[in-house]
């Protein structure tokens, strides 16, 4: 079986769907630009027929971003898939991903529409999604709570229709792993071709599972695609880290056997991003990103960590973009040294000029303030008050 994972993100998606955190256009190719640094293999730019905001959201990142396949999500009918396309035009590679709920409840509740529909529904906008891009991805919205007869219906005809990635979304973060795992290999098993597509994982981390139910779902289920966002942000609880899914990797190495294409040293930049331009504060003890990751207090730990960085430490901090900080910002830094924080924090100034005006904030602020913190940096740049 190949051993490459690719690797989704949806910050620009499904986390601006975390409440909150809505985002501008120049905000969000800014984060693109910095998932194409990161070397993600898909971004899920937005959702385009649910907004114009989205949608000339998504063609600006299809314009700015060119390493990356950059995919619009739609419900699946002709006008969401039309305006999908339409804003994908500009992209290098696109994806169109459409989905359709298949569990009992939604379909009565929410779609009021019989299993039958549903299916003919799925079907028509795989083929209808197929006169814009031969990459299309479908997803069974609720796909954890779906019945699994239903689903192997469903999935057999999408990919018979020309689905290239099937996702199983654990839509409201319902799933526990090993089951999780196992259904996505049954679903495999039992669904003739299914080798056609490859498979996805897309989970919520109501019960704090999101990672350890990707993870299951790879290493069970054979899925090869991990949907995922910067820090987890995403609806209620939020979706799978990336960072956590790709150190995961990359630490036990021996055991998962799989490879992504991430540049690692590109992870705190855009977490520190991500932060910054949604506000949501990044907690202290938060896997890999989090500023205590790899902060050492006790006297016990100190002193092994001097010994030997590995007595207390599985990763190292600047593999994935920490930095010694070792330069206080203060009254008497320079214009490189700020320049240099600034690159380090993942912010890009359009001009010097730009550059120019936040040194002078950032003088004016160091007159009244003994050391400036990162903090602080964030938000004289993003217009702000500075932190106290
Ligand atoms: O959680 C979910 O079901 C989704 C789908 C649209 C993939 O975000
Ligand atoms: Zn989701």
């Known amino acids: 079986m190949n051993n490459r994972l690719i690797i989704f993100d949806t910050t620009l998606r499904d986390g601006e769907q975390s409440p909150g955190a809505s985002m501008t256009r120049e905000e969000k190719v800014r984060i693109a630009r910095q998932l194409e640094k990161l070397r993600v293999d898909v ?3 937005g959702f385009a027929a649910a907004s114009q905001g989205d949608f000339e959201a998504i063609r600006a990142i299809a314009t700015a971003v060119r390493e990356p396949v950059v995919c619009s999500l739609a419900r699946a009918n002709d006008r969401d898939l039309s305006r999908a396309a339409e804003a994908l035009e500009p992209a290098a590679r696109k994806r169109i991903h459409t989905f359709i709920a298949t569990s009992p409840l939604h379909m009565q509740v929410k779609l009021r529409m019989s ?8 079907k028509l906008a795989i083929r209808f999604a197929r006169n814009f891009t031969d990459d299309i991805e479908f997803s069974p919205e ?5 019945e699994e007869d239903f689903l192997c219906r469903v999935l057999e005809n999408v990919i018979a229709e020309g689905a290239t990635t099937i996702n199983f979304p654990d839509t409201v973060g319902y799933a526990v792993p090993e089951l999780y795992g196992e259904t996505i290999r049954r679903l495999r098993e039992r669904i003739p071709n299914s080798d ?12 704090g599972l999101a990672v350890a139910n990707s993870l299951a779902g790879v290493m069970i289920g054979g899925a090869r695609q991990v949907e995922c966002t910067i820090n987890g942000l995403g609806e209620r609880a ?3 880290a990336l960072e956590e899914v790709v150190m995961a990797l990359r630490t036990r190495g021996g055991y998962f056997n799989l490879e992504c294409g991430i540049d690692t040293t590109q992870i705190v930049p855009a977490s520190k ?6 506000g949501f504060a990044v907690q202290p003890n938060k896997a890999v990103v989090g500023a205590n990751a790899f902060a050492h207090a006790s006297g016990i730990h100190q002193d092994g960590i001097l010994k030997a960085r590995e ?18 910002l203060g009254k008497l830094s320079g214009r490189n040294a700020f320049k240099q924080r600034l690159q380090e924090l993942g912010i890009e100034l359009d001009s010097e000029a ?10 004016e602020l160091a007159d009244r303030k003994a050391e400036i913190f990162d903090e602080d940096i964030m938000a004289l740049v993003s217009g702000e008050e500075a932190a106290a």
């Not at 299993?115 to 529904?121: D, I, R, S």
């Not at 730009?354 to 003088?363: C, L, Q, S």
């Open 196 to 207: 056609k597509a490859v498979w996805s994982v897309h989970c919520h981390n109501d019960l």
């Open 142 to 146: 609720d796909g954890s709570r779906s």
């Open 43 to 45: 971004i899920e730019a």
């Open 115 to 122: 299993p039958e529909q549903v299916l003919e529904q799925a």
């Open 238 to 240: 939020g979706n799978t």
């Open 311 to 328: 007595t207390y430490e599985i990763m190292r901090a600047e593999d994935v973009g920490w930095t010694a900080n070792k330069i206080v």
């Open 354 to 363: 730009e550059i120019n005006a936040a040194f002078t904030r950032f003088k």
């Open 273 to 278: 991003m991500v932060s910054q331009i949604t």
